[in-house]
């Protein structure tokens, strides 16, 4: 669960995110002072480690990995593939400059790309995603896609470059 106040400090993020959050508003029994958010994304709750994290350039780059269920409350499921609730890999990177958090991203995006072609056999496009549909909060939104049956397009992966955005929400000198 993430507190509600972590998703309202990043303006875009809450906007792009609010038709799917699953809140929480009673505990045990009682009334939440604060609402809590079924975890949708990680950016938030990352974010405000990395304030506690980092306190120099000199702890820069930082880089973590993680597996977590995230929940959505998203209008059209489909089995197998997008559900209310799924697992998925994060990884969230801290760097000095613009350059090398653009450069993390685009080599993620080959990462996931190789994999795909070489360990899972799926042949995807890899692309920049549109300014509507780039991640909320982020600057730039890199994506494989893989083409199913029915013609449509899958996202099977991403990569966000998200600036300074979630830096400066949560105080990250």
């Known amino acids: 669960f993430i507190p509600y106040s972590f998703i309202e400090k990043e303006a875009s993020h809450v906007e792009g995110f609010n038709p799917e959050l699953a809140l929480v508003t009673i505990g045990g029994g009682k ?3 604060e609402k809590l958010v079924v975890r949708p994304t990680s950016e938030t709750i990352v974010n405000h480690m990395f304030t506690q994290w980092i306190h ?3 702890d820069l780059p930082l880089m973590i990995n993680q597996w977590a269920n ?3 409350w ?3 499921t489909k089995p197998f593939v997008r ?3 799924f697992l998925w890999q994060e ?3 801290a760097h000095a400059t613009l350059e090398e958090a ?3 991203a685009l080599q993620m995006i080959d990462v996931y790309t190789k994999f795909a072609y070489e360990q899972a056999a799926i042949p995807v496009i890899a692309g920049r995603k549109s300014k509507v549909e780039t991640f909320a909060g982020a600057d730039k939104t890199y994506t494989i896609e893989a083409m199913m ?3 449509k397009a899958l996202q099977a992966g991403t990569s966000h470059n998200l600036g300074q955005n979630f830096s400066r929400a949560f105080g990250t000198q």
């Open 31 to 33: 009334e939440l002072e």
């Open 56 to 58: 120099s350039y000199r």
């Open 70 to 72: 995230v929940t959505r």
């Open 74 to 76: 998203e209008m059209r």
């Open 83 to 85: 559900t209310l609730e």
């Open 91 to 93: 990884g969230h990177t």
């Open 102 to 104: 653009e450069k993390e």
């Open 149 to 151: 049956g029915d013609r």
